[in-house]
DNA sequence: GCCAGTAGTACCAAAAAGGATACTGTCAAT
DNA sequence: ATTGACAGTATCCTTTTTGGTACTACTGGC
């Protein structure tokens, strides 16, 4: 959520990197910009997408970034209930940001460990601290 | 601090946002990669440049950044003390992201309250939640 | 009749993050 | 003699965020 960011952004002028932040502050809501980048999903379709996810915390990042004005909420008054979830103009405008994070992510973390194999060894000597460690963790 | 999303990182991988994200989660560290952007600077120094923040936090937040391989501290033993941070090759390596987080923060929040006046009419329009708000209350 | 899928809520508990305030020690300048 | 700059710590407390579990209502298919 943004409110204890916004306040920030008033006391703190010229921060235009935490205002931006404030914005995908959450822990889902980077992933789930980056999966509303691909197109318009369902509810469900969101969650298997992040099994780890609690419905209640989908529920709230949904709703957060709704409020933020970078997702828009569409509800189809059918049943069973059919929810669509896609990115506002002002959502969309997030993908070089969302591109990237993503882009730094598999370049410096890499998450995907059946790609272990495919860390650059030059850039390996680079790393420090988590980033270390993460590596020699499923190394 | 990274320790709760490296587990998610596990946890769930593929997630390349996630991971990028779990580096710069904190409420200052965006701010502090882009201050350090543009060289080395000394404790007290960032602290004039983030008045609002504690030394306290400050402290923290740069010896996470350190422990995340992104940050470089050097301690030069004198008296009275005199101590420098700069970013790591790895924390470089951050650049596109806090760029394109300064750009998106300068063009849909635009901290600098002076220049509140040159919001561009046409974007506002598309602006809603917290974005539209922010707005709201500069006009 | 029972289960799965749809999109959620409600309630409670835990953890993590952040803030306020006061304190350290040395030196240089006033 | 006192003050300020330097770079922090220590302690306590509050807010914020996240997680766990259970529950709703309705329908279509077996």
């Known amino acids: 959520m943004s409110r204890p960011r916004a306040k920030l952004v ?10 931006a932040l ?8 980077g992933v789930l910009l980056f999966h509303l980048l691909a197109g318009t999903q369902r509810f469900n379709e969101l969650r ?16 957060e970034l709704e409020e933020a004005g970078l997702v ?6 059918v ?15 997030m993908e070089p940001v969302i591109r990237s994070l993503a882009i730094w992510g598999r370049t410096y973390v890499f998450c995907a460990q059946d790609e272990a194999h495919v860390v650059p060894p030059k850039e390996t000597t ?3 601290g988590d ?8 190394a």
């Open 10 to 19: 008033k006391d703190f002028p010229g921060c235009a990197v935490e205002a």
């Open 22 to 29: 404030s914005f995908i502050d959450g822990k889902w809501k």
């Open 48 to 63: 298997r997408k992040l099994p780890s996810v609690t419905q209640r915390m989908l529920t709230r990042q949904l709703r």
């Open 72 to 77: 828009r909420r569409t509800v189809h008054p």
């Open 79 to 93: 049943v069973p209930p059919h929810v669509d979830y896609d990115l506002t103009p002002l959502g969309r405008s």
């Open 126 to 128: 680079e790393l420090q």
């Open 131 to 138: 980033a270390l460690r993460y590596f020699a963790d499923r």
